[in-house]
């Protein structure tokens, strides 16, 4: 997939840091860092969009689950976007 696609539909929600990725052929992770207080369900409603996004890119039914970003493990930038088929 080409991410940037995707850019459309993250661009007015306020993320400090995400990432997402492909897990399978209609399975997607979203991963987002803490959010402020003010953000409201920002994430929540993503989730809705990312899925129609993907739906309207070709997926049948694609299937988007919402998780916390592990921070320790460093910032998901320059690539929040990623496809684990077989190594994540």
């Known amino acids: ?6 850019a459309v539909v ?7 840091a995400f990432r997402l ?6 399975e997607f992770r979203l991963q987002v860092a803490a ?7 920002d994430a929540g409603d993503l989730v809705g969009r990312l899925r129609q ?11 988007v689950r919402l ?3 592990d921070q320790e493990a460093g910032p998901a930038k320059p690539s929040p976007f990623q496809a684990c ?3 994540c």
């Open 1 to 6: 997939m080409d991410a940037w696609r995707l």
């Open 10 to 16: 993250l661009k007015y929600t306020r993320l400090g």
């Open 21 to 26: 990725s492909q897990d399978g052929p209609q």
């Open 35 to 41: 959010r402020a207080p003010d953000t409201g369900d």
């Open 53 to 63: 996004a993907l739906t309207a890119l070709g997926w049948d039914r694609p299937r």
């Open 67 to 69: 998780g916390p970003l």
């Open 85 to 87: 088929w077989s190594r």
